[in-house]
């Protein structure tokens, strides 16, 4: 995997670090091109008090010099404002766990005396650092001319009418309104769901979708089970607080129907360019892309801090007691979108590099015009007999 990456930062520590190995010399990279990505991140309705606090800016402290990557791995750091108000505080321990956190899963395993050690690694606050390593892919992927987005599609039970919005539309709408649903009349329902939750001190989850365009054919492989581009994005998506579930286009729906009504018939042009007339496999065959859009759906539950509170069990005493909590936030959805997206640019500039190897853009650039693409003229399809040749 020529892409690595670490993040490292408790959500009340004093900043977020990230170290990014692999990214080839010669791209372009200032600040601002993480900073907008992290922008977004902190925008979006459903949030608690937090947003008020953190003004997430990035210093860029090694990897990138006047603007362009040397190739050398590229350091992160975001400060965490809220860091003052925690450090020279006598701290309450927390010994009565969420169901749906990390709080007591975390103390088994670790054999923590308090929760906040589980919480504040395990917080959402980590993916900060995820979205800014995948706005540097991002960039890299947009040297190529291949763009990653995302939107919501559902929030609670509110389903957005996107079966005849194309794709481009859904993404120009994408940050049309707060709830980031480019359906204006489910944006609404949606909104009026989260004012709700707020009300009843709940909390709401939903589904999002990422969408990759431009992408050409042949990333990923068929041939392991570790280098199938669909458990790749899968288990990325999977890997963000929260994510329970992700499949590659509708797969869910898909299972319940016959296979005539699910694959994409394929056609060629009197050029010999073979496309697909549907994109039902959303991009990925056999692990492999397509060259057509990858389209990833995911499954977010609802955040587990309660302001109703939750029955559990003081850790402590041994007693009955339910959580206890005074800020949280309601609907994390919205801005859970950038976070997908940044997954999802991690892994196909990841398996980009894979493909065209080398150390800096001006390399891989003549590498990238030069791959194989769904035209007859590039199959050397000989159409002669042969035999399974094997040495047994
Ligand atoms: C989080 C709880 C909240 C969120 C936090 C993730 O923080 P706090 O407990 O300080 O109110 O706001 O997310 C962020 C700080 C962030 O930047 O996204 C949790 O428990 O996961």
């Not at 010669?26 to 977004?40: K, M, S, V, Y």
């Not at 402590?316 to 206890?324: H, I, K, S, W």
Request: aromatic share 4%; with cysteine; proline share 5%.
């Amino acid at each position: 995997m020529p892409i690595r990456f670490f993040t490292a930062g408790e959500s009340h520590g004093p900043g977020l670090t990230a170290i990014l190995e692999g990214m080839p010399a010669g791209l372009p990279l200032t600040a601002e091109d993480i900073n907008h990505d992290l922008r977004r991140r902190q925008k979006g309705y459903g949030s608690g008090g937090r947003m008020q606090i953190e003004k997430d800016g990035i210093a860029i402290t090694s990897g990138a010099m006047n603007g362009m990557t040397t190739g050398a791995p590229i350091a992160l750091h975001v400060q965490n404002r809220d860091f003052k108000s925690w450090k020279d505080r006598d701290i309450t321990p927390i010994t009565t766990p969420r169901p749906g956190h990390a709080d007591l899963t975390g103390a088994v395993k670790y054999g923590y005396r308090e929760l906040r050690l589980s919480l504040e690694r395990a917080s959402a606050r980590e993916t900060t650092m995820r979205v800014a390593i995948g706005a540097i892919c991002k960039k890299f992927l947009a040297a190529f001319d291949i763009r990653v987005d995302g939107y919501v599609s559902q929030l609670g039970d509110v389903v957005a009418d996107l079966d005849n919005m194309p794709l481009d539309e859904r993404i120009a709408r994408n940050e049309d309104n707060d709830v980031r649903c480019p359906d204006p009349v489910a944006a609404e329902k949606m909104h009026a769901a989260i004012r709700q939750v707020k009300i009843d001190k709940d909390t709401l989850g939903g589904v999002f979708e990422v969408v990759a365009r431009g992408l050409p054919p042949g990333l990923g492989s068929h041939v392991h089970f570790d280098r199938k581009l669909d458990g790749r994005l899968v288990a990325a998506m999977v890997s963000i607080q929260a994510m329970k579930g992700a499949e590659i286009g509708a797969a869910f729906e898909n299972a319940g129907k016959r296979g005539s009504q699910v694959h994409d018939d394929i056609i060629v042009d009197d050029a010999g360019q073979l496309s697909r007339r549907t994109n039902r496999a959303a991009g990925l065959e056999g692990g492999i892309t397509t060259g057509e859009p990858i389209i990833v759906r995911v499954a977010k539950k609802p955040i587990s801090t309660m302001l109703r509170g939750a029955e559990s069990v003081d850790l402590a005493t041994g007693e009955a007691n339910p959580t206890v909590y005074e800020r949280s936030d309601f609907c994390a959805l919205p801005r859970a979108v950038p976070v997908g997206e940044a997954m999802m640019a991690i892994v196909l500039a990841d398996a980009l590099m894979e493909k065209l190897g080398g150390d800096s853009i001006s390399e891989m650039k003549p590498r990238f015009d030069a791959l194989r693409r769904n035209r007859l003229e590039d199959l050397p399809m000989d159409n002669r007999e042969w035999r399974f040749g094997f040495d047994v």
